[in-house]
C-alpha cells in the first residue's frame, strides 16, 4: 500500500519578524549610515525584511561601544556575574527555541526538524556550557590568571547561522570580553532576534553589538585597528585574506574554514548505520557543512554493496518545504551557491564521473538542488578536491587501510573525516593517521559543547568548543 | 477589628526516595531557633530510616549516573534557580536557625544560589579538568576519566546550616553520586526546606535523601554500612573521638572517607575541587591501535 | 560479509544450515549492528509528523494489522468470544471501520475463537509450542502445535529456544523451528498454518543476536518474524524493529522471498503504531503495508486506535467510555 505523508507544515505564526532591521550597537536597535539589503527565503524567494548595511562608520560605532563596555563594565564583573548572564541567555533561547527554529529555517532555507532538533538545542547548550566556564578560567589550564584579550571582531557563515554565533559569542563573553559580531548577509534574521534576547537578559549595553551587511561589512570589522581578536568561519579564501590582513598585528585570530572531508567505509562496517552516516555526512544541511563527508572512500571488496544500498536509502530523502517537519533536505541558502554546485556537478560530468540523482520533484520557485552521488571518480577530479558545498557526494575507493589513509590525506584541507568498521583497533589507528581537527568513528556529525571543532591545514586554525576553546578569547598563555 | 489570623505550621519531614515519611521510628525533637524558642518538632531520623535512605539512593544511582552530564548540569542549576525563587523563606530559615541579621541571612541564601550555580558548570568540565588521554609508550589508546564513586554519606555542617549544606551536597551529586545526607542537629530547617527545593527542581527521587537529627546515632550506622562506598565527616567536625570511630568503621569496606576538620571552615570560602574529586574514581582504558 | 547479502546474489542457502559450524560462520559473519546508530536512525524515523489524511490511512491500516490478543490465565471461552466480536467490529457504532487482523489466543481456546470468527476473515493465531516460556520437550511443543493446526487455527505463533540461542547452540534452534513449520502442515492437506517465530528480543539482548535470531528463523522457513511474547520487558521496541526489517529486507534482496515482521507487546498508542508504519514505510517500502506482511501484537493498542479514529472523524477528542472494554 503506498503511504503518502500530508503536508505537516510548523506554523509561522510563532515568528513575529518586523519590515525592517537596524544595527544593534550599544544595546539598543539603530539606523545605519549604509542602504538596506533584503534578506528572502531561499524556499519561495519571498522577501522577509529589510536589513540595514553597517558601512565604515557603523562599525567604528559598534567598535567603540563594545570598547566603552568592556572597559566600563564587562571587564570589572566577577566570572560570576558574567556566567548568570550567560546561563539567563542560555534559558531565553530555550523558551523561545520554536520561534528560532523557524526563523533560521525560513531564513536559511534548512528543513525545521534540523533547526529545531539539532542547531537551536545545541545554541542553548553551548551558552550553558560556556556559561559555566566564566567562574572557573583559572582551572583551564591556560596560565594562572587567564585574562581576557578586549573587544573580538566576529564573522560568521550563513550555513548555521545562530549554531555559529553562539560558537562565537559564547566563549567570548565568558571570557570576559566583548563583541562586534557579523552575521552572513543572506542570513541576518536569527542574529537580529538574538539582540532582542541580550536585551531581555539585560546583558549590559555594547557587550554584544551585531552590524548587518556583506564582505564589505566584515571587512571593515577585521580590520578596524580597535578589535584586539577576530574570529571567523567561513571560505579558506576569506580566511586567508584575513590571515593577511591581520599580519604585523597583535589581533589575535581563530579561522574555521572549508572542507573536503573523507568519510572512509571499510569491510567490516555496521553497514545500515554506515549508510545512514554516509547519508548525513553529505546530506544534512544540505551538504552545506564545512565538515560534510564530501568524500565518501568505500573498501572495493563492499562498494557495489554500498552504494546500492545508498541509493535506495537516498530514494527515500524527502526533499522541499523547509518548514516541513518531515522535510530531509531543504533549499540551498542563495541563488550564488546553487549556481557554484551546478558549476562544479557540471565539471564532474565533463571530467567523466557518472551523475545520480533519485528521482524528486523540486519546487518551481526558490533554490533547489537534489542530492547527488558521483561515482567513478578518482583523486584527480576537480569534485574530488574542491569544496562544493552542497548534497553532492563523490565516490572513491580503496583496498588497504592504507591507501584509504593516503588518500584521505591527499588534500590540503584537514577539518573532519570518519571512519567506519566494527575494528575498534583499526578506528584508532586511522584516526590518528588521519591529518584532520575532528575523526568520527561510526558516527558522523556530531557536535558537542564540550568537544572541540577545528582544522588541520587550510582548513584554519584555533578550536571552538571545549575547554581549548577558551584558549582563543584569552590571554595568559595557550595550548 | 478582625480576630487575628492563626498561621498553618508545616509538619518537618524526612526526605527518601523522592517522598516526605516521618521518622519510621515515631521520634521527633524540638528543634529551636537561636534564641531558644520552639520552632518545630523535627523527625528524629533512626537507624531504620538511613538504612532505608541507602536503598533508595542505591535504587537511584544507576539512573543519575547514567544521565548525560549536560543534564546534571540543567538540573542543578534548576535547583539554584528554584532555591533563588524561595530566598525569602530560606533567609527566613537561616535567620532563625544562625541567628543572623536579615542582611546577613540574604547573603547567606545568595551564596548558596552562586555555590550550587558554581557547581552545576562543573557537571560537565570535571572530567576535562581531571580527566586525561595518556602518551603511554606503545601502541595504545589510553584514557583515564573520572566517574562517580556510587552512594555517599554525607554528615552535613552543624553550624552552617544552609550555605555548609550545599557545599557538601552539589559536589557529591554533580558528579553522578547519590546520597544520603544527614543535617545538621541542631539547625535541621534549611535541610528540610532544600528538601522540598529538590523535590521541584527534577532531581530524581532517591539521588538525594535527608535525614534530620543526631549524626552521632545515625553515621555509625552509615560508615559501618556496607552498600555506602564512601562518607564526608563534614558534620563531626571537632569530634575527633567520633570522627575517628566513623573512619575506622569506614575501613569495613574501604569506604573513601573525606575527614572531618578540626572546626568548623568558612563555607563563605572558594571551594577547591577536593569536594568533588574525593568522590569521583578514575577509570582507565586501554585500547590497541593497528589496523 | 556473505556474499548472500548482496543484492542480487541469489542465495544457495542449503550449505549454510549444514552443521552448526557454517550456520555459525554465516550468522557471525552477518554485517554488525552499530548499537548508537540504529537507536538513532529509530528514533529520527520516531519524528515524522502524520498528519490528517495520512493519520486517517495509517489507522485504518493499524487496525487491520492487529493481532488482537489475550494470554492470560484467566482467559475463559467467554473472554475469547467477546474478543473474537470486538476483532470482527471494532466499532459497532461505525461499519467502516475495518476488522482485525487476527485473534491471538492460547490453543485451547483455539476452537472457541474460530467457531465465533466463522468466515468473517479475520483469523485465529495461536501461541503454541509452549510459548511464551518456550521451555518443554520437543515432542510436546509439537503435540502442542498440532493440536492448534487441528483445532483450526490459522496461524502459529512459537517462541525460539533463547538458552539454545545464547549458547551458541544454532542448529538446535534452526531445527526446532523447522520441526514446528511441520506441525503447521494440515493432516488432510490444505494451506498450512503460518509460522511466526518470536525471538523474545528482550532476552537476546544485543542488536547482533536480533540480526542473526532473524536470519536463522527465515533460513528455517518462517513466514513472520516476530519480537516478543509480551511476558517480557523490553517487549517491542522500534530499533529492535528496525533491525528486524532490515533483515527481511536483506532477506529478499538475497532469494526473492519475502517474510512477514511483528512487533508484539508494549505499543499502545496510535503514535506508537504510526511510528511503526512510517519505519515499515521507509525502511522495506510499500510491499509491507499489508497485513499479511506487518502485524502488532496488542491488546490495548486497539482502543486507543478507535479513539483517534474517533477523534478525527468528530473533531473532538474521545474517552475510554465510547469504546468497547473487551
Not at chain 3, 228 to 256: C, F, H, I, N
Request: charge should be negative; include cysteine; charged fraction near 20%.
Amino acid at each position: 500500500m503506498e503511504f503518502e505523508y500530508a503536508p505537516a507544515p510548523e506554523s509561522r505564526s510563532v515568528v513575529d519578524l518586523k519590515p525592517s532591521y537596524g544595527l544593534f550597537i550599544g544595546g539598543e536597535f539603530v539606523d545605519g549610515h549604509g542602504g538596506a539589503f533584503k534578506t528572502i527565503s531561499p524556499a519561495t524567494e519571498e522577501v522577509l525584511a529589510e536589513v540595514a548595511e553597517a558601512d565604515e562608520a557603523d562599525v567604528d560605532a559598534a567598535v567603540k561601544a563594545a570598547r566603552r563596555a568592556y572597559d566600563r563594565v564587562w571587564s570589572k564583573l566577577s566570572g560570576a556575574e558574567r556566567a548568570k548572564y550567560l546561563y539567563r541567555i542560555a534559558r531565553i533561547i530555550q523558551e523561545r527555541s520554536r520561534e528560532l527554529a523557524v526563523a533560521e529555517s525560513l531564513d536559511n532555507g534548512k528543513p525545521i526538524k534540523e533547526s529545531r532538533d539539532v542547531d537551536v538545542p545545541t545554541v542553548a547548550a553551548h551558552f550553558f556550557y560556556y556559561a559555566g566556564w566564566a567562574d572557573k578560567l583559572e582551572y583551564a589550564g591556560l596560565g594562572t590568571d587567564p585574562r581576557p584579550l578586549g573587544v573580538a571582531g566576529q564573522v560568521i557563515p550563513w550555513n548555521f547561522p545562530l549554531l555559529m554565533l553562539a560558537w562565537k559569542v559564547a566563549p567570548a563573553l565568558a571570557c570576559g570580553n566583548t563583541v562586534v559580531l557579523k552575521p552572513a548577509e543572506t542570513t541576518p534574521l536569527t542574529a537580529l532576534l538574538f539582540a532582542e534576547i541580550c536585551q531581555q537578559a539585560d546583558l549590559p549595553a555594547g557587550v554584544v553589538n551585531i552590524v548587518t551587511g556583506a564582505g564589505a561589512t566584515g571587512q571593515a570589522l577585521v580590520s578596524h585597528p580597535g578589535v584586539d581578536k577576530v574570529a571567523f568561519t567561513g571560505s579558506t579564501e576569506v580566511g586567508k585574506a584575513i590571515a593577511r590582513a591581520v599580519a604585523g598585528t597583535d589581533k589575535k585570530v581563530t579561522l574555521e574554514l572549508g572542507g573536503k572531508a573523507a568519510n572512509i567505509v571499510f569491510d567490516d562496517a555496521p553497514i545500515d548505520q554506515a549508510v545512514e552516516g554516509i547519508v548525513t555526512g553529505i546530506f544534512f544541511n544540505q551538504g552545506h557543512v564545512c565538515c560534510a563527508g564530501s568524500r565518501l572512500l568505500v573498501q572495493e571488496s563492499i562498494a557495489e554493496e554500498v552504494l546500492a544500498r545508498l541509493k535506495r536509502r537516498m530514494s527515500t530523502l524527502r526533499v522541499g518545504d523547509p518548514l516541513d517537519k518531515n522535510t530531509d533536505i531543504g533549499a540551498i541558502n542563495s541563488a550564488e551557491q546553487l549556481a557554484r554546485i551546478r558549476e562544479l556537478s557540471a565539471v564532474g560530468e565533463a571530467e567523466g564521473a557518472d551523475r545520480w540523482s533519485p528521482p524528486c520533484e523540486l519546487p518551481d520557485r526558490g533554490f533547489w538542488f537534489p542530492p547527488t552521488l558521483f561515482t567513478d571518480v578518482t583523486q584527480a577530479h576537480r569534485i574530488a578536491r574542491e569544496e562544493i558545498f552542497g548534497p553532492v557526494l563523490s565516490v572513491l575507493t580503496f583496498r588497504t587501510p592504507a591507501e584509504a589513509v593516503e588518500k584521505a590525506n591527499n588534500t590540503p584541507f584537514g577539518l573532519s573525516a570518519g571512519v567506519w568498521t566494527e575494528k575498534g583497533s583499526r578506528i584508532l589507528h586511522v584516526a590518528s593517521a588521519l591529518r584532520a581537527g575532528v575523526v568520527w568513528a561510526n558516527t558522523f556529525n556530531k557536535f558537542d559543547p564540550t568537544s572541540p571543532f577545528g582544522g588541520y591545514q587550510e582548513s584554519g586554525y584555533g578550536r571552538e568548543g571545549g575547554r581549548h576553546g577558551l584558549a582563543a578569547y584569552l590571554k595568559g598563555g595557550e595550548l | 477589628m478582625a480576630a487575628p489570623r492563626i498561621d498553618v505550621r508545616k509538619t518537618y519531614k524526612l526526605y527518601i526516595g523522592g517522598a516526605f515519611p516521618r521518622s519510621e521510628s515515631g521520634y521527633s525533637y524540638t528543634a529551636l531557633d537561636a534564641k531558644g524558642r520552639f520552632v518545630a518538632n523535627a523527625a528524629l531520623a533512626s537507624r531504620k530510616d538511613a538504612r532505608d535512605a541507602v536503598v533508595a539512593a542505591r535504587k537511584a544511582f544507576g539512573g543519575w549516573s547514567g544521565r548525560t552530564a549536560y543534564n546534571r548540569a540543567q538540573i542543578l542549576y534548576r535547583v539554584a534557580e528554584v532555591l533563588e525563587d524561595r530566598r525569602p523563606q530560606f533567609a527566613l530559615a537561616v535567620q532563625q536557625s544562625e541567628g543572623l541579621t536579615p542582611a546577613r541571612a540574604n547573603a547567606v541564601v545568595d551564596a548558596a544560589v552562586d555555590r550550587l550555580v558554581w557547581y552545576a558548570g562543573w557537571a560537565d568540565k570535571l572530567t576535562q579538568v581531571v580527566g586525561n588521554a595518556n602518551p603511554v609508550a606503545g601502541p595504545f589508546f589510553n584514557l583515564s576519566t573520572p566517574e562517580p564513586t556510587g552512594v555517599v554519606a554525607v554528615l552535613a555542617p552543624q553550624g552552617s546550616s544552609l550555605l555548609g549544606l550545599v557545599s557538601v551536597l552539589a559536589p557529591v551529586i554533580v558528579t553522578g553520586n547519590t546520597v544520603v545526607l544527614v543535617s545538621s542537629y541542631a539547625r535541621p530547617l534549611p535541610a528540610v526546606n532544600l528538601a522540598e527545593v529538590l523535590a521541584t527542581s527534577d532531581v530524581p527521587g532517591g539521588v538525594v535523601n535527608i535525614l534530620t537529627g543526631d549524626a552521632a546515632t545515625v553515621a555509625p550506622w552509615l560508615a559501618a554500612h556496607l552498600d555506602v562506598n564512601a562518607i564526608d565527616l563534614a558534620g563531626v567536625a571537632g569530634d575527633t573521638e567520633l570522627a575517628t570511630s566513623l573512619e575506622v568503621a569506614a575501613a569495613d569496606n574501604l569506604k573513601r572517607v573525606r575527614r572531618a576538620p578540626a572546626t568548623e571552615p568558612d563555607w563563605a570560602a572558594a571551594p577547591d575541587l577536593t569536594a568533588m574529586t574525593d568522590f569521583v574514581e578514575i577509570k582507565t582504558v586501554w585500547h590497541p591501535m593497528g589496523v | 560479509m556473505p556474499a548472500l547479502t548482496s543484492p542480487g546474489a541469489t542465495g544457495d542457502l542449503s550449505d549454510v544450515t549444514a552443521s552448526d559450524a557454517t550456520l555459525r560462520r554465516f550468522l557471525h559473519g552477518l554485517p554488525g549492528v552499530d548499537q548508537v546508530g540504529a537507536e538513532a536512525r529509530a528514533a529520527s524515523l520516531g519524528t515524522r509528523s502524520i498528519k490528517t489524511t495520512a493519520k486517517a490511512q495509517a489507522i485504518d491500516l493499524a487496525i487491520r494489522m492487529v493481532d488482537l490478543t489475550t494470554l492470560e490465565g484467566q482467559d475463559t471461552p467467554g473472554k475469547v468470544r467477546a474478543l473474537a466480536s470486538k476483532a470482527m467490529r471494532p466499532d459497532p457504532t461505525d461499519a467502516t471501520c475495518p476488522a482485525t487482523a487476527a485473534v491471538c489466543v492460547y490453543p485451547d481456546l483455539v476452537g472457541v475463537a474460530k467457531q465465533q470468527l466463522g468466515d468473517s476473515g479475520v483469523n485465529v493465531a495461536a501461541v503454541a509450542a509452549a510459548v511464551p516460556r518456550g521451555r518443554a520437550p520437543l515432542d510436546i511443543k509439537l503435540a502442542d502445535t498440532r493440536d492448534a493446526v487441528a483445532a483450526g487455527a490459522d496461524e502459529i505463533d512459537m517462541v525460539i529456544d533463547r538458552g539454545a540461542f545464547l549458547t551458541g547452540r544454532y542448529l538446535q534452534v534452526f531445527e526446532e523451528i523447522v520441526a514446528v513449520r511441520g506441525a503447521c502442515e494440515r493432516p488432510g492437506g490444505g494451506e498450512p498454518a503460518h509460522l511466526k517465530v518470536i525471538f523474545e528480543t528482550g532476552e537476546l539482548q544485543t542488536y547482533d543476536n536480533v540480526r542473526r535470531a532473524s536470519w536463522l528463523a527465515m533460513l528455517a522457513g518462517a513466514h513472520f518474524i516476530k519480537t516478543s511474547t509480551g511476558k517480557v520487558q523490553p517487549a517491542a521496541t522500534l530499533p529492535v524493529t528496525l533491525v528486524m526489517l532490515e533483515a527481511v529486507r536483506d532477506y529478499r534482496e538475497a532469494t526473492g522471498q519475502m517474510v512477514g515482521v511483528k512487533p508484539a507487546g508494549g505499543i499502545r498508542t496510535t503514535k506508537d503504531a504510526v511510528k511503526y508504519l512510517v519505519m515499515v514505510n521507509e525502511v522495506v517500502g510499500a510491499d509491507w503495508l499489508d497485513p499479511d506482511w506487518f502485524r502488532f501484537g496488542a491488546s490495548t493498542l486497539l482502543n486507543d486506535l478507535l479513539m483517534q479514529r474517533s477523534k478525527l472523524a468528530t473533531g473532538r477528542y474521545s474517552g475510554p467510555d465510547y469504546v468497547t472494554i473487551d
